[in-house]
């Protein structure tokens, strides 16, 4: 038998106690088996942890640069807000004011500089309203200023057709266009800008930093004004094409009335021009106007603001340009009366100006109408030959200005007052004046004949004439109707050059003129104004007249004028007998003259060829009893005319011209001296008239100025009827004249 060996030595854990407490041991294996598990997903949970971060930082980055813009834009549209003044301060966008011009009616024929008309929202039709926001921003009524919708299908739509993404299609809303047009709140600065102008080119220029001011400054529009205001900004401030700023100046402009009375078409034709104002401007090109009106129309019809009918109604019956409008006559004249006005009250005002003009457009009309029916008919196709026209009364009295043969331009060279040209033979008139003035006669005899003059220091000079034949001794009458060179240098150096000059420099040729023998053949250059100004010196018995287009001014709103008149009658330069006689002898020249092309039937008229010796200029000049005209034709490039001289198209044109503007108006004698020097002229129809007789010196005209005095025994004066502009009764101070008007007159 075992005998005990006490309590067993502990070397472990016994049985019991591994049941009772587990060994940590026995835990090993457990943790051994898990840790494999939690090594494997250590990339994972790395991952997972640097995405959680990075979310969490760039979370905090976001609603905290969030935070941070809506302040920066909050601020800058407290700012804007702050600096924006009442909505109607902002009406007027333009730098400088507009010329208003009237015709010979009052009625408006043109304008110059950006015409404006200021309009609240209840004077702008609802149609029209609703046009401009259907074609601009279908909803401008729900949004708070931009359009994140419409900016990015903007973007889109510029990156598939090739353009960065800022060019081309904005996506702008009408606020914010209204933000461009307000320059984003910026002022015009004259030391870092040129002029207005290219500071307002400026602001129209998109970029990356403007789109972004776009956006509290849209902000802070819609919050100071309301929907109404913002519209009405924009549709006072936009371009409209053809010098027109806002709608109520274009709808004056192309239909000649408010903007409260357009109909669809016409709305959606106005609306149409904020896309491109000038490319879609009617007067530019009315079918495409048209053409654009028809897409808006669709576009209103999509909106609801018309129904199908009224959209086919309104496209049967397109806007169409009021007559003004159409005509577009008087370009030249008003570019002419702009250039002659003083420039700050024309060209360079700040202030609205009216002009009321001498402007007629019947005559200018009729005018353009003749000399393109002869450039139709003579001139080949392909010609770059010019034409110049001025038509005016005997006084100075601008009608109608042609000044080249493009009538739709603005701001043209306009031959008919810039471009100096050798006058030719249409000078010679002024060679005749000096010689009658000195006491020669229409019937007085000149040696034509081969003639050489020695100029001092050059080569001696021989004229010869046009035909290269001489005629002997020909009348005064006879060198003047034919236009003879030699005659006409003998006589000019018989009366002294000096003369000649004096009185072409007194009836208006105020361009330098050669002291040079050539003289007395036009070998000085005048503008066709000059001229045509000269000739109406003539034409009104030897007074001279300043051409004149402007006969009153006044600063809209202004009851009086800030100026009047400046031109008309001037100086007497030759007696009533001399230019009697002159027009006499310029009456043969078209009746038996070079100038026969110019006869107008029974009409009386009377004028002047001109021709260069290098056939690079061709004229003609000449009157009727109511009006003055005067034709050049030449290449602006001096290239010579094929077989054109004064007496062939030059004198065609004339006669064109002077038989459209003389419709319906009575034959009238003109006033001329008979060769003999009797003063008494035998009309064909009604009593004879006398122009000029003798001086208050004469026994005669004493005599006879007592017979009629006895016969009127309260001393009145007796004279001749006369008729409006007519300047054919002689001067109050020839007592012989104002007996014979008295007697062969019936009174």
Same mark, same amino acid.
Request: proline share 5%; aromatic share 8%; charged share 20%.
């Given at each position: 038998?075992?005998?005990?060996?006490?309590?067993?030595?502990?070397?472990?854990?016994?049985?019991?106690?591994?049941?009772?407490?587990?060994?940590?041991?026995?835990?090993?294996?457990?943790?051994?088996?898990?840790?494999?598990?939690?090594?494997?997903?250590?990339?994972?949970?790395?991952?997972?942890?640097?995405?959680?971060?990075?979310?969490?930082?760039?979370?905090?980055?976001?609603?905290?640069?969030?935070?941070?813009?809506?302040?920066?834009?909050?601020?800058?549209?407290?700012?804007?807000?702050?600096?924006?003044?009442?909505?109607?301060?902002?009406?007027?966008?333009?730098?400088?004011?507009?010329?208003?011009?009237?015709?010979?009616?009052?009625?408006?024929?043109?304008?110059?500089?950006?015409?404006?008309?200021?309009?609240?929202?209840?004077?702008?039709?609802?149609?029209?309203?609703?046009?401009?926001?259907?074609?601009?921003?279908?909803?401008?009524?729900?949004?708070?200023?931009?359009?994140?919708?419409?900016?990015?299908?903007?973007?889109?739509?510029?990156?598939?057709?090739?353009?960065?993404?800022?060019?081309?299609?904005?996506?702008?809303?009408?606020?914010?266009?209204?933000?461009?047009?307000?320059?984003?709140?910026?002022?015009?600065?004259?030391?870092?800008?040129?002029?207005?102008?290219?500071?307002?080119?400026?602001?129209?220029?998109?970029?990356?930093?403007?789109?972004?001011?776009?956006?509290?400054?849209?902000?802070?529009?819609?919050?100071?004004?309301?929907?109404?205001?913002?519209?009405?900004?924009?549709?006072?401030?936009?371009?409209?094409?053809?010098?027109?700023?806002?709608? %109520?100046? !274009?709808?004056? $402009?192309? /239909?000649?009335?408010?903007?409260? =009375?357009?109909?669809?078409? #016409? &709305? +959606?034709?106005?609306?149409?021009?904020?896309?491109?104002?000038?490319?879609?401007?009617?007067?530019?090109?009315?079918?495409?106007?048209?053409?654009?009106?028809?897409?808006?129309?669709?576009?209103?019809?999509?909106?609801?603001?018309?129904?199908?009918?009224?959209?086919?109604?309104?496209?049967?019956?397109?806007?169409?340009?009021?007559?003004?409008?159409?005509?577009?006559?008087?370009?030249?004249?008003?570019?002419?009366?702009?250039?002659?006005?003083?420039?700050?009250?024309?060209?360079?005002?700040?202030?609205?100006?009216?002009?009321?003009?001498?402007?007629?457009?019947?005559?200018?009309?009729?005018? %353009?109408? !003749?000399?393109? $029916?002869? /450039?139709?008919?003579?001139?080949? =196709?392909?010609?770059?030959? #010019? &034409? +110049?026209?001025?038509?005016?009364?005997?006084?100075?009295?601008?009608?109608?200005?042609?000044?080249?043969?493009?009538?739709?331009?603005?701001?043209?060279?306009?031959?008919?007052?810039?471009?100096?040209?050798?006058?030719?033979?249409?000078?010679?008139?002024?060679?005749?004046?000096?010689?009658?003035?000195?006491?020669?006669?229409?019937?007085?005899?000149?040696?034509?004949?081969?003639?050489?003059?020695?100029?001092?220091?050059?080569?001696?000079?021989?004229?010869?004439?046009?035909?290269?034949?001489?005629?002997?001794?020909?009348?005064?009458?006879?060198?003047?109707?034919?236009?003879?060179?030699?005659?006409?240098?003998?006589?000019?150096?018989?009366?002294?050059?000096?003369?000649?000059?004096?009185?072409?420099?007194?009836?208006?040729?105020?361009?330098?003129?050669?002291?040079?023998?050539?003289?007395?053949?036009?070998?000085?250059?005048?503008?066709?104004?000059?001229?045509?100004?000269?000739?109406?010196?003539?034409?009104?018995?030897?007074?001279?007249?300043?051409?004149?287009?402007?006969?009153?001014?006044?600063?809209?709103?202004?009851?009086?004028?800030?100026?009047?008149?400046?031109?008309?009658?001037?100086?007497?330069?030759?007696?009533?007998?001399?230019?009697?006689?002159?027009?006499?002898?310029?009456?043969?020249?078209?009746?038996?003259?070079?100038?026969?092309?110019?006869?107008?039937?029974?009409?009386?008229?009377?004028?002047?060829?001109?021709?260069?010796?290098?056939?690079?200029?061709?004229?003609?000049?000449?009157?009727?009893?109511?009006?003055?005209?005067?034709?050049?034709?030449?290449?602006?490039?001096?290239?010579?005319?094929?077989?054109?001289?004064?007496?062939?198209?030059?004198?065609?044109?004339?006669?064109?011209?002077?038989?459209?503007?003389?419709?319906?108006?009575?034959?009238?004698?003109?006033?001329?001296?008979?060769?003999?020097?009797?003063?008494?002229?035998?009309?064909?129809?009604?009593?004879?008239?006398?122009?000029?007789?003798?001086?208050?010196?004469?026994?005669?005209?004493?005599?006879?100025?007592?017979?009629?005095?006895?016969?009127?025994?309260?001393?009145?004066?007796?004279?001749?009827?006369?008729?409006?502009?007519?300047?054919?009764?002689?001067?109050?101070?020839?007592?012989?004249?104002?007996?014979?008007?008295?007697?062969?007159?019936?009174?």
């Amino acid at each position: 038998m075992k005998r005990s060996t006490g309590t067993p030595k502990r070397t472990g854990r016994g049985p019991v106690a591994d049941k009772r407490s587990p060994a940590p041991q026995q835990k090993s294996p457990v943790r051994r088996h898990k840790t494999p598990a939690r090594r494997g997903n250590v990339v994972v949970r790395t991952v997972a942890g640097t995405v959680g971060l990075i979310w969490r930082i760039l979370w905090g980055s976001v609603w905290r640069l969030a935070m941070v813009m809506v302040l920066i834009v909050g601020a800058a549209t407290a700012y804007f807000y702050a600096s924006l003044p009442e909505p109607e301060a902002l009406f007027d966008a333009r730098a400088r004011g507009s010329v208003t011009m009237l015709d010979n009616n009052g009625k408006v024929f043109a304008w110059r500089g950006e015409t404006y008309g200021a309009v609240t929202s209840d004077k702008i039709a609802p149609i029209l309203k609703e046009a401009v926001i259907a074609t601009e921003d279908r909803r401008f009524n729900w949004h708070f200023g931009i359009s994140p919708r419409g900016i990015a299908s903007a973007i889109k739509i510029n990156m598939a057709e090739g353009r960065g993404p800022l060019e081309g299609h904005g996506g702008s809303t009408i606020t914010q266009q209204v933000a461009k047009l307000l320059c984003l709140g910026d002022t015009f600065d004259p030391i870092r800008w040129k002029n207005e102008a290219e500071f307002e080119q400026d602001c129209r220029v998109t970029s990356l930093w403007r789109k972004v001011k776009e956006v509290p400054y849209s902000f802070a529009l819609e919050a100071k004004y309301s929907k109404d205001d913002i519209l009405n900004i924009y549709m006072n401030r936009s371009y409209m094409g053809g010098g027109a700023r806002g709608f %109520e100046a !274009a709808s004056q $402009r192309y /239909f000649n009335k408010p903007a409260s =009375d357009v109909n669809a078409s #016409e &709305a +959606a034709m106005l609306a149409g021009l904020l896309q491109a104002p000038s490319y879609f401007a009617p007067t530019a090109n009315l079918k495409r106007a048209q053409e654009r009106a028809n897409v808006v129309l669709g576009l209103m019809a999509e909106e609801g603001y018309l129904t199908p009918a009224e959209v086919e109604q309104a496209r049967a019956h397109p806007a169409r340009l009021s007559q003004a409008a159409e005509a577009r006559a008087g370009g030249y004249f008003a570019d002419w009366v702009m250039e002659s006005g003083p420039g700050f009250l024309t060209s360079e005002t700040t202030e609205d100006v009216t002009i009321r003009t001498t402007f007629d457009p019947r005559i200018q009309t009729a005018a %353009e109408r !003749a000399m393109k $029916r002869v /450039f139709d008919e003579k001139v080949k =196709d392909g010609s770059k030959a #010019e &034409a +110049a026209v001025v038509v005016m009364s005997a006084d100075g009295a601008v009608r109608a200005i042609i000044g080249g043969r493009d009538l739709t331009v603005n701001g043209a060279f306009n031959r008919a007052v810039q471009a100096k040209r050798q006058t030719g033979s249409s000078f010679k008139p002024f060679v005749y004046a000096a010689a009658l003035e000195a006491g020669y006669g229409p019937g007085d005899r000149i040696e034509d004949g081969p003639l050489t003059i020695r100029i001092p220091g050059g080569k001696p000079w021989s004229p010869q004439n046009y035909t290269r034949r001489y005629y002997g001794n020909v009348t005064l009458t006879t060198a003047l109707k034919q236009s003879l060179n030699t005659a006409t240098i003998r006589l000019q150096e018989a009366v002294g050059r000096s003369e000649v000059r004096r009185i072409a420099h007194d009836f208006g040729i105020v361009s330098n003129l050669t002291t040079s023998p050539s003289l007395g053949l036009g070998a000085s250059e005048a503008t066709l104004m000059e001229l045509t100004g000269a000739y109406a010196g003539i034409r009104n018995g030897g007074t001279s007249v300043a051409p004149y287009g402007l006969v009153e001014l006044r600063i809209a709103g202004d009851d009086q004028p800030l100026m009047g008149q400046s031109g008309g009658m001037g100086q007497r330069v030759i007696s009533q007998r001399a230019a009697g006689q002159l027009i006499y002898m310029m009456e043969q020249v078209i009746a038996s003259g070079t100038g026969g092309r110019a006869k107008m039937g029974s009409r009386p008229v009377a004028g002047k060829t001109g021709t260069t010796s290098s056939y690079r200029d061709a004229w003609f000049v000449g009157f009727s009893e109511q009006y003055v005209v005067g034709v050049w034709m030449g290449y602006d490039d001096n290239t010579p005319l094929k077989g054109v001289t004064g007496g062939g198209l030059p004198a065609e044109i004339w006669q064109a011209v002077m038989s459209d503007i003389h419709e319906g108006l009575p034959e009238l004698p003109l006033s001329t001296v008979s060769p003999d020097g009797s003063g008494i002229l035998l009309s064909n129809e009604g009593a004879p008239k006398v122009v000029t007789s003798g001086s208050a010196d004469d026994p005669l005209a004493a005599a006879l100025a007592g017979a009629v005095n006895s016969a009127n025994p309260a001393g009145g004066q007796v004279t001749a009827p006369q008729t409006p502009g007519d300047s054919s009764t002689a001067s109050s101070d020839d007592a012989l004249s104002r007996a014979l008007n008295g007697i062969l007159g019936g009174n």
